[in-house]
């Protein structure tokens, strides 16, 4: 059902409709998790400005609470590109629109809400480093005898895997991550609640999780890394590691590049070779993609 303003609130769309600089305005849920105050109705202002001041405003209109938090058109524009915040994204998705000047956001929630296949490809790199890098530490301080710590970075590979497989489906990590999950592959929903609820000790908990998690982490390495691979791609001959993890498409992609080419390196999917100049006694490692 469409929600609309009060008779109070609707005094504050009008003044917003009145501005030149507005694009549109939309209106979140009252109940939904990821509006920070639990009093007020929570408005995101779409205006027309580059830089945007995006800190919530909290304000008052005849004894009612308004909680306002503006972002620029052309933020929009670059998100759609190369991606949003994840929080900003899932809150345009679940804001119903309350005005729209030329229809812009209607068309931009459309846009937003597809994962383009390049961001599909980067996130998907980056939570595949960041569960492989959780399953070392788990891995190691199980072996330390340290359970505790070993459950805690257990359930951060959960995390990284289930936004994994999120991204796969082509579509943005929700608040309930895990009822998102749960609709998209029951069998790791059901390894999260099996580490979570099962009766068994807890170190043989976390030990059936790793089984699982390593076998997934193997037959799924070509297709996770695809986004490295094509960066790869783009240039014959061997890489550094210091120019793979400057390249402009990877220096912001928060991606455990030499993590991820060790295991590639493992899996013969890029081969060690030697980069160096003949006349320095220091030999650098390069890397060179393999067929």
């Known amino acids: 059902m469409n929600r609309r303003p009060d008779d109070n609130q609707q005094t504050y769309l009008e003044l917003l409709q009145k501005r030149m600089d507005v694009q549109a305005v939309l209106i979140l849920p009252d109940s939904d998790m990821l509006v920070p105050f639990r009093e007020g109705t929570f408005y995101i202002v779409v205006v027309n400005h580059s830089h945007v001041d995006t800190t919530i405003r909290r304000m008052r209109i005849n004894k009612q609470v308004i909680l306002e938090q503006q972002i620029g058109s052309w933020q929009l524009e670059k998100g759609a590109v190369n991606g949003l915040d994840e929080r900003l994204a899932v809150m345009l998705g679940k804001a119903e629109i309350l005005w729209d000047k030329d229809g812009y956001m209607k068309q931009m929630k459309q846009r937003i ?17 960041r569960l492989l890098r959780f399953v070392h530490e788990t891995k190691e ?20 895997w ?3 497989i999120v991204y796969e ?12 999950v ?20 807890l170190e043989k908990r976390i030990e059936l999780l790793l089984l699982a998690m390593e076998f997934w982490i193997t037959s799924r390495m070509k297709s996770s890394v695809r986004f490295l691979i094509e960066v790869m791609e783009k240039k014959n ?3 550094s590691l210091q120019e793979l993890m400057n390249h402009p498409l990877v220096q912001d992609a928060e991606i455990d590049i030499p993590l991820i080419i060790d295991k590639m390196v493992q899996r013969s999917l890029v081969q060690e070779v030697d980069c160096s100049d003949r006349q320095n006694e220091v030999e650098e490692i390069c890397f060179i993609l393999l067929g």
Request: glycine share 6%; hydrophobic share 35%; charged share 25%.
């Open 237 to 239: 001959g061997p890489w």
């Open 113 to 129: 809400s597809r994962l383009p296949e390049f961001l599909q490809k980067k996130y998907i790199c980056k939570e595949y480093s």
């Open 182 to 201: 749960k609709q998209l592959d029951y069998s790791v929903y059901k390894l999260y609640e099996e580490l979570s609820f099962n009766a068994e000790a």
């Open 169 to 180: 489906a082509g579509e943005h990590p929700q608040a309930g991550l895990w009822s998102q």
């Open 162 to 164: 289930a936004r994994l």
């Open 141 to 160: 301080r199980l072996q330390q005898g340290m359970a505790l710590d070993a459950y805690h970075s257990s359930i951060q590979s959960l995390d990284s």
